[in-house]
């Protein structure tokens, strides 16, 4: 158990639906990140949250959202769904601030949309 | 274009061999992450390193900053190594956002 919470483990949904991962990140770190790795794309950098608030955007589309709860714990809204969307969801925490100190990854959800 | 790239891409070897998994990448960096994907598709991070080598165990991970290169050795290897290894690197001028290689697929044979 490396201390990053991901649920759920696995998602089966359909096109068009909406959907929340959540992500609670290793106990005293301020920092969560959330990837995405797709077959084709491999491990893409979506969004980053420090205490809160948003840090830096990556690669992710207008159709997700995310945010990071006053507990420090992340959840990543995916809407209208579609089959592309179709990846594992990784979350990683951190301390935060200081470049690659003490970085974690979850153990991803798998989500498949059909 | 890739920030990061990996060789090989795949990687089968016997028991017992010696393995190493190349990393160059093209950014300005201070350091760079070797990261570990098990077949069920969990992520941990082996190593970070900015300069020389570190060791953990039968691994070791090196890194040459001025050539933008790393590479990650396993020595005797074993079948429970059998797993994507990844190479990531950090933008530049930002904390924790990375580019990450393709991958290593590495299976080792009882």
């Known amino acids: 158990d490396s201390g990053v919470t991901q649920t759920p483990k696995h998602l089966i949904t359909a096109t068009g639906q909406r959907v929340t991962l959540r992500c609670s990140p290793r106990?005293?770190?301020?920092?969560v990140y959330w990837y995405q790795q797709s077959l084709d794309q491999g491990l893409q950098f979506l969004i980053h949250y420090y205490n809160g608030e948003e840090r830096a955007k990556g690669n992710i589309l207008e159709r997700f959202s995310a945010q990071q709860f006053p507990d420090l714990h992340s959840e990543l809204n995916l809407s209208s769904l579609e089959l592309g969307d179709s990846a594992l969801y990784f979350c990683?925490?951190?301390?935060?601030?200081?470049?690659?100190?003490?970085?974690?990854f979850g153990s991803g959800t798998r989500l498949t949309v059909v | 274009k890739n920030e990061v790239e990996q060789s090989p891409q795949n990687l089968t070897a016997q028991e017992g061999e010696f393995i190493t998994i190349n990393c160059s990448y093209s950014v300005g960096i201070s350091a760079l992450h070797w990261l570990q994907q098990h077949p069920g598709g969990g992520i941990v991070s082996l190593f970070m390193l900015s300069s020389g080598k570190k060791k953990h165990g039968r691994l070791i991970a090196t890194i040459n900053i001025q050539e933008k290169h790393s590479s990650l050795h396993i020595t005797a290897s074993h079948p429970r190594d059998s797993a994507v290894y990844i190479c990531a690197v950090p933008f530049p001028n930002t904390g924790n956002q990375f580019y990450f290689g393709t991958g290593t697929s590495l299976t080792v044979i009882p």
């Open positions: 990683a925490s951190s301390v935060g601030g200081i470049e690659g100190y003490g970085y974690t």
């Open positions: 106990s005293g770190d301020l920092s």
